[in-house]
């Protein structure tokens, strides 16, 4: 079966970084698009930063463009989003998801981690 298992989350202060990895399994990861999603609480989740097949698309929420550089490695099958600069408004769950396309909406991606939490004090 599919699996998505994300690591790399924490707590960290206000300005600094944080890696995150997702390591998928079952699929033939080549063929999807990669996303990352966040959910902060009491919030509705919302696509962060994603990924095409090949890793030359790259899409970013505007709030984190210029902060998160999203990445693949096709090979070793994972994806990684690097994360500087970090706010305490990037304080969420993270879940990183498959899908046919590179696309912001959750209904498009088909298989999910289960989310790693990110803590951004100030």
């Known amino acids: 079966q599919v699996q998505l298992v994300e690591s790399g989350g924490g707590l960290v202060q206000a300005g600094g970084s944080l890696r995150l990895s997702c390591a998928a399994s079952?699929?033939?990861?080549?063929?999807?698009?990669m996303g990352w999603f966040r959910q902060a609480p009491g919030k509705e989740r919302e696509f962060a930063a994603g990924?095409?097949?090949?890793?030359?698309?790259?899409h970013y929420v505007d709030s984190v463009k210029g902060r998160f550089t999203v990445s693949r490695d096709n090979a070793k099958n994972t994806v990684t989003l690097q994360m500087n600069s970090l706010k305490p408004e990037d304080t969420a769950v993270y879940y990183c998801?498959?899908?046919?396309?590179?696309?912001?909406?959750?209904?498009?991606?088909?298989?999910w981690g289960q989310g790693t939490q990110v803590t951004v004090s100030s």
């Open positions: 079952g699929l033939t990861f080549s063929r999807y698009a």
């Open positions: 998801a498959a899908g046919a396309l590179l696309t912001t909406a959750a209904d498009d991606y088909g298989f």
């Open positions: 990924i095409g097949w090949t890793g030359v698309s790259t």
